[in-house]
């Protein structure tokens, strides 16, 4: 390395952007790994994650339709916030023309597209 000017680059310690030790209510599992959809807007997965840039920590979630496999929401930010998740279920429903009665699921939460619509 030293001979081709190369240098390592120390990795940055690990942001936890998650607190699994909580109180709070954890819906049940209604997707229960059947990944496949006959139609669009029917059930979705979302799902967050991190990267470290020059600029310092940038936060971006997800939704996916699992009919076509295609993403239809999507938000990023410099904080991880509430409003994060918020904002990509709203990416998502208004890309999606507005649906009702989807199956949303992210990790261990599970909820329907009702809930989204409370966001109007």
């Known amino acids: 390395m030293k001979q081709e000017g190369l240098r390592s680059k120390v990795a940055k310690k690990f942001k936890a952007a998650t ?23 029917q ?7 991190y990267l470290w840039t020059e600029e310092g920590w940038l936060y971006i979630a997800g939704v996916m ?3 076509g496999q295609k993403i239809v929401g999507l938000s990023m930010s410099d904080r991880m916030t509430k409003e994060l998740p918020i904002n990509v279920l709203r990416s998502a429903w208004l890309h999606s023309g507005r ?3 989807i ?6 939460v599970a909820s329907t597209a009702q809930m989204t619509t409370k966001l109007y």
């Not at 059930?43 to 994650?49: F, I, L």
């Open 19 to 41: 607190n699994s030790k909580h109180n709070l209510p954890v819906a049940e599992n209604l997707l229960n790994r059947e990944f496949t959809a006959t139609k669009s807007n």
């Open 65 to 67: 339709d699992l009919f």
């Open 99 to 101: 649906p009702i009665g």
């Open 103 to 108: 199956l949303i699921h992210s990790d261990r």
């Open 43 to 49: 059930k979705m997965v979302s799902d967050s994650t």
